[in-house]
């Protein structure tokens, strides 16, 4: 079950042709739907992306604790999901992305988004870059 403050960014972003308010606005936003790795029920997650040529770029930052957040769990146990971006709702395929050019997607979002330096700098754990590919139309 999503956060409260979560949910309510869903609830607006879905309500709004996929704007919000406060901290995303005017921010590139998705939102992940991805199966749960022990529960097999769908968990849906906002977070902000970069668009890479016909991919999407997300951080799996988990605001630098020292933990991997819950959607990449489920990510790395079903790489399939839903992403949803604006008003379009498709299916992806999650992949890790690793060395250079993790090095180079992961400074490309700090550059946009610096609260990615801090989380980097806030955890011992190398946080993961994922690239979401979108399988169907």
Same mark, same amino acid.
């Given at each position: 079950?999503?956060?409260?403050?979560?949910?309510?960014?869903?609830?607006?972003?879905? #309500?709004?042709?996929?704007?919000?308010?406060?901290? *995303? $606005?005017?921010?590139?936003? /998705?939102?992940?739907? &991805?199966?749960?790795?022990?529960?097999?029920?769908?968990?849906?997650?906002?977070?902000?992306?970069?668009?890479?040529?016909?991919?999407?770029?997300?951080?799996?930052?988990?605001?630098?604790?020292?933990?991997?957040?819950?959607?990449?769990?489920?990510?790395?146990?079903?790489?399939? #999901?839903?992403?949803?971006?604006?008003?379009?709702? *498709? $299916?992806?395929?999650?992949? /890790?992305?690793?060395? &250079?050019?993790?090095?180079?997607?992961?400074?490309?979002?700090?550059?946009?988004?610096?609260?990615?330096?801090?989380?980097?700098?806030?955890?011992?754990?190398?946080?993961?870059?994922?690239?979401?590919?979108?399988?169907?139309?």
């Amino acid at each position: 079950m999503p956060s409260e403050f979560n949910q309510q960014t869903i609830d607006e972003f879905r #309500a709004n042709e996929g704007r919000v308010g406060g901290m *995303f $606005e005017g921010r590139p936003l /998705v939102l992940l739907t &991805t199966t749960g790795a022990k529960s097999g029920k769908p968990s849906t997650t906002p977070m902000l992306y970069l668009a890479d040529g016909d991919r999407y770029i997300v951080i799996a930052s988990n605001a630098g604790r020292d933990h991997h957040p819950s959607w990449y769990h489920n990510l790395r146990a079903t790489p399939e #999901a839903t992403a949803e971006v604006g008003t379009e709702t *498709f $299916e992806i395929k999650a992949v /890790v992305v690793e060395g &250079t050019e993790r090095d180079q997607l992961y400074a490309r979002m700090a550059e946009q988004w610096p609260g990615f330096r801090d989380y980097e700098a806030q955890t011992s754990r190398r946080i993961p870059v994922l690239a979401l590919y979108r399988t169907a139309a």
